[in-house]
């Protein structure tokens, strides 16, 4: 999955004043940065197959320190460890939320991924296998990102004249991404992949602070 893990860092946002938009769109993609980063140094493995799936190219064979359901839940405690202890004030909750962000890109991917998604490292491989269908893929993650950021502009207001487009315009952005993805050309190798996967990851926690300059929480704060 791609935009869809946005959809609960929307949500996370919106429900949690303390945790900024931008802070759950690294949480939510944490495991695929490090994932990215794992496959450029060889600790995980990936090929690149035009037609792997219908809607994408990779065979992603190798990628249990990151992608098992074990790993995950290793990487969101540690996570909202992290958080807590950077930003303190924020408090419990908000690093609770952050840790959920965090684990919430496992059982998204389960819906998406082949049989490439470990339980432990070295046990059984799951994956439901919906980007066997890639406009169904497509509606799926579109669907998911657009309910997490209908939420975020229901609890959250303008801040500054553009929070009124922003949200719209980055939500527009978001789909292209998802679309070129879906459509586009596959990159020639796994270390091409890498590479333009920590782009748009980058790019959208970009976007994403944006957002939290041009708008704020109707929330009170607990």
Known sequence: MFIGHYGPAFAGAALEPKVKLWHMF???????????????????????????TAANPFDLYHMPYTHSLVMSFVWAGFGAGAYYLVRRGAGRMAAIVVGAGILSHWFADL??????????????????????YRELSLLVEIGVLVAGAYLYQQYTEPSHPLGEYSP???LGFMI?????????APPPTPNAAAITALFAYFALIGGAALLDYTRKSKVPSP
């Open 111 to 132: 819906i998406v991924h082949t049989h490439d998604l470990e339980l432990w490292i070295g046990g059984p491989k799951v994956g439901f296998g919906l980007w066997h």
């Open 176 to 184: 292209a991404l998802q679309a070129f993805s879906t459509f586009g």
């Open 26 to 52: 690294a949480a939510v993609q944490l495991v695929d940065i490090f994932w990215a980063i794992f496959i450029l140094t060889g600790i995980e493995q990936m090929r690149v197959i035009p037609g792997y």
């Open 168 to 170: 719209g315009l980055f």
